[in-house]
C-alpha cells in the first residue's frame, strides 16, 4: 500500500493542486483530508461542489486502486449534505462490493464537526493491468 500511496502523493498533479493530503490507504479504504482554501470557495462562499467531489473522487480513486489491479470510473454520483466555509474536509472510502471487475464504492466526506457534508457512490472497472506496471511506468507526460 505504501507504493500506491506514493504514486498518488506524486502524480495525481489535480489533487495536489486542491492541497488533497492522503491520511490512509488499505485494502478496498482510503482517508483522505482536504484543508479549506479561499480557491475553494464557490461564489456564495461556501466550497465548491467540485472540490468537495475532488476529495470524494481522491478517496474513492485510492481504495479502488487498493485491489492491485488499474481501477478507473464508471459511473459517480454525489450528494451534498451541508454547506461548510472553512476548517479541513475528510473523505473516508470504503468498498462495498467487488468482484474481479467491478467493484463498489461508498465515501463519506465529513467536516470538522464530524458532520457529513456529502455521501458519494462510486463503481469501478478492474482493468488487467496490474498497479505495479503502472508505477513501473512512472509519470505519463
Excluded at 498533479?13 to 490507504?25: Q, T
Excluded at 485491489?67 to 478507473?72: L, N
Excluded at 457534508?117 to 462510486?122: K, R
Aim: net charge positive; aromatic share 10%.
Amino acid at each position: 500500500m505504501e507504493k500506491l500511496k506514493k504514486h498518488f502523493e506524486q502524480y495525481d498533479r489535480f489533487a495536489k493542486l486542491c492541497g488533497i493530503e492522503i491520511l490512509e490507504v488499505g485494502s478496498g479504504r482510503s482517508k483522505a483530508r482536504m484543508k479549506i482554501c479561499e480557491q475553494h470557495l464557490n461564489g456564495v462562499g461556501t466550497v465548491h461542489g467540485g472540490a468537495i467531489f475532488t476529495l470524494a473522487d481522491f478517496a474513492f480513486a485510492l481504495a479502488g486502486n487498493s485491489s492491485g489491479k488499474v481501477a478507473v470510473a464508471v459511473n459517480v454520483s454525489i450528494s451534498f449534505m451541508k454547506a461548510v466555509s472553512n476548517g479541513f474536509l475528510t473523505a473516508q472510502a470504503w468498498e462495498v462490493t467487488k468482484n474481479p471487475k467491478l467493484g463498489t464504492y461508498t465515501v463519506e466526506i465529513k467536516d470538522d464537526a464530524d458532520d457529513v457534508v456529502a455521501i458519494f457512490q462510486g463503481l469501478a472497472y478492474r482493468k488487467k493491468e496490474d498497479f505495479e506496471s503502472l508505477i513501473a511506468k512512472g509519470p505519463i507526460q
